[in-house]
């Protein structure tokens, strides 16, 4: 695997039938399913699932290159990179690859997150434990 911006994760995910579509190839729907998936899990992981009451991420874009289709069966191992971080946002990369084929990447994304004030609808500062796993991931962010 080889990337230009610190790997801070890794998830991975094994595709399920149902989410080939007609030609018998992973669904682009899927792959930002799979992304939000991934995310979701890495925010659980540092102790911050979404919580409607309290402050969170919100997307304000993504975009995904689709590389090499994916068929089914697979696991997909997903990297979550560091590309910048902000004061209240965070822009990370990600990979796919195919587990058993670590040098093709199948597909590249990027994502930007905002942190929010659910309730104030307001950006916020990413929590400091957030901002700490992060650096302590990728100390020459």
Not at 11 to 19: E, F, P, Q, V
Not at 26 to 42: A, D, I, K, M, S
Not at 96 to 123: C, H, I, M, N, R
């Amino acid at each position: 695997m080889t990337t230009q911006f610190p790997i801070i994760d890794r998830k991975t995910i094994a595709m399920r039938w149902g989410d080939m579509d007609a030609v018998g190839h992973l669904n682009n729907t899927y792959y930002f399913r799979y992304l939000e998936q991934v995310r979701v899990e890495w925010l659980q992981s540092l102790g911050y699932g979404i919580d409607p009451d309290a402050v969170g991420p919100v997307l304000a874009s993504t975009a995904c290159t689709y590389r090499k289709q994916l068929t089914y069966p697979a696991t997909l191992e997903i990297t979550i990179e560091l590309e910048k971080l902000g004061r209240s946002s965070l822009k990370l990369r990600h990979h796919f690859y195919k587990q058993g084929d670590p040098d093709t990447v199948y597909a590249s994304a990027e994502v930007t997150l905002v942190w929010v004030d659910y309730k104030a609808e307001k950006s916020v500062p990413i929590p400091d434990p957030i901002r700490d796993a992060i650096l302590k991931a990728a100390p020459a962010a």
